[in-house]
């Protein structure tokens, strides 16, 4: 990999405020999160360029005092494997590839990633029913982002 392309990155990163990356192949890993501390400069001889801190996570909500018991069915999520850019159809005007009902196996293709100019089908690994989308069309995710609940089968 080279600086350029570590610097795309963390281009990608800042402009999808995103808190870590990590990318893994046969010859190499690159694990990249924001810094913590305030600002330390950025140079080529100390391979350090900081990004912004990450926003403060809101407060929970507190339950209501007496909220009804629910049954809940056991839902899995499909999360996402990587960092980038989730679309739910292999091109603008086609349909997405699963909506809410549709039924799913391990192999079924339910959306495309578009990480630094590759398009990544993702496949649900599992087989259920679809419950929720998660997450809306050409926006952001990051890695381990839950993208859609199924229904176990």
């Known amino acids: 990999m080279e600086l350029k392309d570590i610097?795309?990155?963390?281009d990608l990163m800042r402009k999808n405020n995103l808190s870590e990356f990590e990318l893994e192949r046969q010859d190499y890993k690159i694990k990249l999160k924001r810094a913590g501390g305030g600002p330390q400069p950025a140079t080529e001889e100390s391979g350090y360029y900081p990004l912004a801190p990450?926003?403060?996570a809101p407060a929970p909500l507190p339950a209501p005092?007496?909220?009804?018991?629910v049954a809940t069915t056991p839902s899995l999520e499909i999360e996402s494997p990587m960092i980038g850019t989730f679309y739910r159809a292999p091109s603008p005007d086609a349909q997405p590839y699963v909506e809410v009902g549709s039924e799913v196996n391990p192999e079924t293709i339910v959306c495309l990633i578009e990480a630094m100019k590759v398009?990544?089908?993702?496949?649900?690994e599992a087989k259920g029913v679809v419950t929720h989308v998660l997450v809306e069309n050409a926006?952001?995710?990051?890695?381990?982002?839950p993208l859609f609940r199924i229904r176990p089968a």
């Open 7 to 10: 610097k795309a990155i963390i």
């Open 54 to 56: 990450a926003p403060a």
């Open 65 to 69: 005092a007496a909220a009804p018991a």
């Open 119 to 124: 398009m990544n089908e993702i496949k649900a």
């Open 139 to 145: 926006k952001p995710v990051e890695f381990g982002q």
